[in-house]
């Protein structure tokens, strides 16, 4: 079952998965922009309300251009929608909620967003 699988995936397991984004975003420019995979807390229960932490690991992604905020919004209006949160002015993407087979779009979803997208997924 797919929930069950996000509740009780190994942090060993989501660990290689961000190291195998990691490896396909190596070629990207590093002046003001760091990736890397670091800890997270995912968030289980009812809607606005989670009832339960997990120990997670996710994308940490630090960026000077486009900041943090615009290249959250340029995830969101991508295709698919890329979701994730801000704090400490860095923008994670928990690895909990995403399927190995998944791991090319999140890729091709981030370059996209570096280089600016709009809602076709296409670069402006």
């Known amino acids: 079952h797919p929930t069950l699988r996000m509740f009780t995936e190994s942090l060993d397991v989501l660990t290689q998965r961000g190291n195998s984004i990691l490896n396909s975003l190596s070629d ?7 990736v890397r995979v670091g ?13 339960e932490e997990l120990e997670s690991v996710a994308l940490v992604i630090a960026s000077e251009n486009p900041s943090v905020t615009e ?49 076709d997924n296409s670069p402006r």
């Open 28 to 34: 990207l420019p590093g002046k003001g922009l760091v």
């Open 71 to 119: 290249l959250a919004r340029r995830l969101r209006q991508c295709e698919p929608a890329i979701v994730g949160y801000i704090k400490d002015d860095q923008l994670y993407l928990d690895l909990r909620t995403v399927y190995k087979d998944e791991l090319g779009l999140l890729a091709a979803g981030i370059r996209s967003a570096l280089a600016g997208c709009n809602q």
């Open 39 to 51: 800890e997270s807390v995912a968030q289980a229960g009812s809607g606005t309300l989670p009832l």
